[in-house]
């Protein structure tokens, strides 16, 4: 019961009741236990169920009977001793169980012995800072946190301290505080694999002189040991897998020639525009160019730290040192000069190529095969523009649909592309690697690889049910919503992907309760199913204001599990409520 007032001197009360099991769940139920609703589901036959309906076909009567074990512990202390199967309220709430059934799998589910250049790799972009890119602190906490959420890849820009005598990590030519760079090795090391066995690539935005070099030399290979990788050659002809770098640590720069004493410019602070609070909707790669995207043709113009070292020849030069270069396990180098130069394939040796935001997106137009071809062998990373100094994120499709395997985020940024980001690497485990698509590995007959820009057929066609949501009024206040009355929830369900793909629709609202019931479908066709992601959001219909947020999660559609599932919601940040979920259904029409 939650009591709500009106005015000074009256309340209203509403009864939070828990609504009847939908109609699909009930139907089910009655098939699978032979018609007779009133009897009870063995485990027999929710191994049918499972099976047959489910989809689940590594389903065995141990499943089955676990799942039925674990329902009569938590809803039955007395009846578990005496029985052993589901009524239809027992079987609705295993359905709406994520421990029990999740909308994907929790485990490794592809084949990881593949180069490191077929996976997508969950990457982090300056991956120190705790907020904004020109003023916040530096620390290790926000690596720790990337780590244990499964990032595999974190980015440290090394600078001389103050002393000139030690290295520091910090965002160059900005006010951000800095933390010394053994302090963030330490804790790579101690949460490297916390959340996967799978190798960490830490990338190094290298301003050292070639003594501190030398010292970042020496408290890598003593902080990480027998842990990092590095190829007895100078350069590797062919990337190795994840599987046969399982808990090892990569070292990823350019191998620097020589080192260039730059000037200690502050970066002149710009407001940014106030985005939605949630961030921008998912939008088309061709509506992504901004104007400033448009007229530049390099971003680093905006963003000094940026900037090749190379180009000035009227500073001090020196040899690098040898030791540091040989630990270097992925070498890179940033696009510089004409563009298809720069993604030429070279069949005897591969690397790392970076390219910024605004360079990827006008590349996917003049460039857009090349990218594809090229990230087929070698490594493809996309950082943030530099005008990003509120630590938000850019549309990640535009680089998965043509092959980049790193597409950095501020992880300690917002909004819905870091959800996006969130969504994709949930997959396969949680690991941190996905496996591209083979569309983006093969070509055809006729030596063509994938055109992200091609129109192309209706592929599969997925079919969403959101039957309704729940766990609300145990994880918010009574008011937190509205102060009078219950909320109104209404669910927006999409897709993001490429162009031809992207759709957002919504359910209707259902007034004052907090465990709505919508039974409501929607079909999105799919030219690219291996690149889709299924969006959900929910939020608190506002007649007079900005309506809440309730809660929001990304599945990629090729990882979801057909079925009646149950699906966690997480808050604005990627953490997953203790208690808020939805019963869907996923079919494959």
Same mark, same amino acid.
């Given at each position: 019961?939650?009591?709500?007032?009106?005015?000074?001197?009256?309340?209203?009360?509403?009864?939070?009741?828990?609504?009847?099991?939908? $109609?699909?769940?009930?139907?089910?139920?009655?098939?699978?236990?032979?018609?007779?609703?009133?009897?009870?589901?063995?485990?027999?036959?929710?191994?049918?169920?499972?099976?047959?309906?489910?989809?689940?076909?590594?389903?065995?009567?141990?499943?089955?009977?676990?799942?039925?074990?674990?329902?009569?512990?938590?809803?039955?202390?007395?009846?578990?001793?005496?029985?052993?199967?589901?009524?239809?309220?027992?079987?609705?709430?295993?359905?709406?169980?994520?421990?029990?059934?999740?909308?994907?799998?929790?485990?490794?589910?592809?084949?990881?012995?593949?180069?490191? @250049?077929?996976?997508?790799?969950?990457?982090?972009?300056?991956?120190?800072?705790?907020?904004?890119?020109?003023? @916040?602190?530096?620390?290790?906490?926000?690596?720790?946190?990337?780590?244990?959420?499964?990032?595999?890849? =974190?980015?440290?820009? =090394?600078?001389?301290?103050?002393?000139?005598?030690?290295?520091?990590?910090?965002?160059?030519?900005?006010?951000?505080?800095?933390?010394?760079?053994? $302090?963030?090795?330490?804790?790579?090391?101690?949460?490297?694999?916390?959340?996967?066995?799978?190798?960490?690539?830490?990338?190094?935005?290298?301003?050292?002189?070639?003594?501190?070099?030398?010292?970042?030399?020496?408290?890598?290979?003593?902080?990480?040991?027998?842990?990092?990788?590095?190829?007895?050659?100078?350069?590797?002809?062919?990337?190795?897998?994840?599987?046969?770098?399982?808990?090892? =640590?990569?070292?990823?720069?350019?191998?620097?020639?020589?080192?260039?004493?730059?000037?200690?410019?502050?970066?002149?602070?710009?407001?940014?525009?106030?985005?939605?609070?949630?961030?921008?909707?998912?939008?088309?790669?061709?509506?992504?160019?901004?104007?400033?995207?448009?007229?530049?043709?390099?971003?680093? %113009?905006?963003?000094?730290?940026?900037?090749?070292?190379?180009?000035?020849?009227?500073?001090?030069?020196?040899?690098?040192?040898?030791?540091?270069?040989?630990?270097?396990?992925?070498?890179?180098?940033?696009?510089?000069?004409?563009?298809? %130069?720069?993604?030429?394939?070279?069949?005897?040796?591969?690397?790392?190529?970076?390219?910024?935001?605004?360079?990827?997106?006008?590349?996917?137009?003049?460039?857009?095969?090349?990218?594809?071809?090229?990230?087929?062998?070698?490594?493809?990373?996309?950082?943030?523009?530099?005008?990003?100094?509120?630590?938000?994120?850019?549309?990640?499709?535009?680089?998965?649909?043509?092959?980049?395997?790193?597409?950095?985020?501020?992880? $300690?940024?917002?909004?819905?592309?870091?959800?996006?980001?969130?969504?994709?690497?949930?997959?396969?485990?949680?690991?941190?690697?996905?496996?591209?698509?083979?569309?983006?590995?093969?070509?055809?007959?006729?030596?063509?690889?994938?055109?992200?820009?091609?129109?192309?057929?209706?592929?599969?066609?997925?079919?969403?049910?959101?039957?309704?949501?729940?766990?609300?009024?145990?994880?918010?206040?009574?008011?937190?919503?509205?102060?009078?009355?219950?909320?109104?929830?209404?669910?927006?369900?999409?897709?993001?992907?490429?162009?031809?793909?992207?759709?957002?629709?919504?359910?209707?609202?259902?007034?004052?309760?907090?465990?709505?019931?919508?039974?409501?479908?929607?079909?999105?066709?799919?030219?690219?199913?291996?690149?889709?992601?299924?969006?959900?959001?929910?939020?608190?219909?506002?007649?007079?204001?900005?309506?809440?947020?309730?809660?929001?999660?990304?599945?990629?559609?090729?990882?979801?599990?057909?079925?009646?599932?149950?699906?966690?919601?997480?808050?604005?940040?990627?953490?997953?409520?203790?208690?808020?979920?939805?019963?869907?259904?996923?079919?494959?029409?």
């Amino acid at each position: 019961m939650a009591n709500y007032k009106v005015g000074m001197f009256f309340t209203r009360k509403f009864k939070i009741t828990e609504p009847e099991p939908p $109609q699909d769940v009930k139907e089910a139920f009655g098939r699978f236990t032979d018609g007779t609703a009133a009897t009870a589901m063995s485990p027999d036959q929710l191994l049918r169920f499972l099976i047959d309906f489910q989809r689940d076909s590594d389903a065995k009567i141990a499943d089955a009977e676990r799942i039925v074990n674990h329902i009569m512990q938590k809803r039955h202390q007395i009846a578990k001793f005496t029985r052993h199967s589901l009524s239809l309220d027992d079987f609705h709430h295993f359905l709406f169980s994520e421990d029990l059934n999740a909308p994907v799998g929790s485990k490794v589910c592809q084949d990881m012995a593949a180069p490191l @250049s077929h996976y997508f790799i969950y990457t982090g972009h300056n991956s120190y800072l705790t907020g904004n890119q020109l003023s @916040s602190d530096c620390s290790d906490v926000p690596i720790r946190k990337a780590l244990e959420r499964g990032v595999r890849v =974190i980015e440290l820009d =090394i600078w001389p301290n103050s002393n000139k005598d030690d290295v520091d990590v910090l965002h160059g030519r900005t006010l951000t505080t800095p933390v010394p760079l053994i $302090q963030c090795l330490r804790s790579i090391k101690e949460c490297a694999f916390s959340a996967s066995p799978y190798p960490v690539i830490v990338t190094l935005e290298d301003h050292l002189t070639p003594d501190l070099q030398e010292k970042v030399a020496e408290m890598v290979t003593q902080t990480f040991g027998d842990m990092l990788f590095y190829p007895e050659e100078d350069c590797l002809e062919e990337f190795p897998s994840p599987e046969s770098l399982k808990h090892r =640590i990569i070292l990823s720069t350019k191998p620097p020639k020589e080192y260039l004493e730059g000037k200690n410019v502050r970066g002149k602070q710009k407001e940014q525009a106030q985005e939605d609070k949630w961030g921008k909707d998912i939008l088309d790669p061709e509506d992504e160019l901004e104007p400033d995207d448009k007229n530049d043709s390099d971003e680093s %113009e905006h963003n000094p730290d940026d900037q090749d070292e190379d180009d000035s020849d009227s500073r001090a030069r020196h040899l690098v040192a040898p030791e540091y270069k040989r630990l270097i396990g992925i070498h890179a180098k940033k696009h510089k000069g004409d563009l298809t %130069e720069s993604l030429k394939v070279d069949t005897n040796r591969v690397g790392r190529l970076s390219l910024s935001e605004p360079t990827l997106k006008k590349a996917a137009i003049s460039n857009g095969i090349d990218l594809v071809r090229f990230a087929q062998r070698n490594l493809l990373r996309i950082y943030p523009k530099g005008t990003r100094f509120n630590s938000s994120n850019y549309n990640p499709l535009i680089g998965w649909s043509h092959g980049a395997q790193m597409v950095a985020f501020n992880m $300690q940024g917002y909004g819905r592309y870091l959800w996006v980001m969130h969504g994709m690497f949930r997959a396969n485990g949680g690991c941190g690697y996905v496996k591209k698509p083979d569309l983006l590995m093969k070509a055809n007959s006729d030596n063509e690889v994938f055109d992200p820009e091609a129109n192309l057929p209706v592929k599969k066609t997925l079919k969403v049910t959101v039957y309704m949501g729940d766990g609300w009024h145990s994880d918010f206040s009574p008011t937190h919503f509205d102060s009078y009355s219950p909320p109104d929830f209404y669910a927006r369900v999409g897709i993001a992907g490429v162009p031809a793909d992207v759709v957002m629709k919504k359910t209707r609202a259902i007034e004052d309760n907090w465990i709505p019931v919508w039974n409501e479908a929607f079909v999105f066709p799919l030219t690219v199913p291996e690149l889709a992601l299924l969006r959900i959001e929910v939020h608190e219909y506002d007649m007079s204001e900005k309506d809440d947020f309730g809660g929001q999660t990304c599945l990629p559609v090729w990882a979801i599990r057909p079925g009646i599932r149950a699906v966690p919601l997480f808050d604005r940040n990627g953490d997953k409520f203790k208690s808020v979920k939805l019963l869907i259904r996923f079919e494959f029409v």
